[in-house]
């Protein structure tokens, strides 16, 4: 079964924005939306944007998502130093009986 | 409020058995699909299986499928894994987790930690 590609890792200073990519195939993000989850050190995952770019109650304005085609981008405007940690896209892929799948993840450093 | 409670880590051998619960309570159970993801230690995230709202749907990682179960009653608010053949490539944290209308893994409960080793 396919996994989503992340980047390992991506940085950046408070305030400054981080951009995370994810990669997948026509049998997931071309054909179905995209979630991402944030997983802080010591902590279960937690569901961050769903179908692509809509935010749960409770989750800061300065995280949105996007989506094109078999891509999706999570970015973090105005970065802060509780934001350092794990972030996972995932999206259901339709091909064999179905499945859910996770991308590879990206651990966020806030310098 | 929504609350996933797992229970039934443990340590095994390889070879052996367990079985996972997730207590639910704050929602109507019996309306949602259900899933369980696991984290091996130092890893990311895996999904392992789901479960539609009647229980009549499974679906399963090609990496489990053959070895683990996925059920749920209804009337308990409980939600299962059956694992059977355990290997020590099965070692992570199990997470329950709650689907919301096409979002899966919506809600996560705090895991339970299964350990195969001899």
């Known amino acids: 079964q396919s996994v989503l590609t992340q980047p390992p890792s991506a940085s950046g200073t408070p305030g400054q924005r981080v951009t995370i990519s994810c990669s997948g195939s026509?049998?997931?993000?071309?054909?179905?939306?995209v979630n991402w989850y944030q997983q802080l050190p010591g902590t279960a995952p937690k569901l961050l944007i769903y179908?692509?770019?809509q935010r749960p109650s409770g989750v800061p304005d300065r995280f949105s998502g996007s989506k094109s085609g078999t891509s999706a981008s999570l970015a973090i405007s105005g970065l802060q130093s509780e934001d350092e940690g794990d972030y996972y896209c995932?999206?259901?892929?339709?091909?064999?009986?179905?499945?859910?799948?996770f991308g590879t993840g990206t651990k966020v450093t806030v310098l | 409020e929504v609350q996933l409670l797992e229970s039934g880590g443990g340590l095994v051998q390889p070879g052996g058995s367990l079985r996972l619960s997730c207590a639910a309570s704050?929602?109507?159970?019996?309306?949602?699909?259900m899933s369980w993801v696991r984290q091996a230690p130092g890893e990311g995230l895996e999904w392992v299986s789901a479960?539609?709202?009647?229980?009549?749907?499974?679906y399963y990682a090609d990496s489990v499928k053959g070895r683990f179960t996925i059920s749920r009653d209804n009337s308990k608010n409980t939600l299962y894994l059956q694992m059977n053949g355990l290997r020590a490539e099965d070692t992570a944290v199990y997470y329950c987790?709650?689907?919301?209308?096409?979002?899966?893994?919506?809600?996560w409960g705090q895991g339970t930690l299964v350990t195969v080793s001899s």
């Open positions: 995932a999206a259901w892929d339709g091909s064999l009986n179905g499945f859910y799948v």
């Open positions: 987790a709650k689907s919301e209308s096409s979002t899966s893994c919506y809600s």
């Open positions: 704050g929602f109507t159970f019996s309306s949602y699909a």
């Open positions: 026509n049998s997931n993000i071309g054909s179905n939306t």
């Open positions: 479960i539609s709202d009647s229980g009549g749907r499974t």
């Open positions: 179908s692509n770019k």
